[in-house]
């Protein structure tokens, strides 16, 4: 249950990450004059694929060490 628990956060927290990502992006490469807006949504955007990588990891990590625990006993 705490892996569906981080999973979930995970998913979240990366959805609104990606979310305002791609709305900086959009503003600074359509709307703004200013170029460093598109940067930061870039940024942000690849922040958020991280966020959401990282959490798999760990998650399938977690996983991963309770079946060799369980293998073991």
Request: overall charge positive; proline content about 0%.
């Amino acid at each position: 249950m705490n892996n569906a628990k981080m999973l979930r956060a995970t998913k979240y927290v990366g959805a609104i990450i990606l979310f305002a990502g791609i709305t900086m992006f959009i503003y600074g490469f359509f709307v703004s004059d200013y170029s460093y807006i598109t940067g930061i949504g870039i940024g942000t955007v690849m922040g958020a694929v991280f966020i959401f990588l990282m959490g798999i990891f760990f998650v399938a990590t977690e996983e991963m060490n309770d079946r060799r625990k369980k293998k073991e006993n």
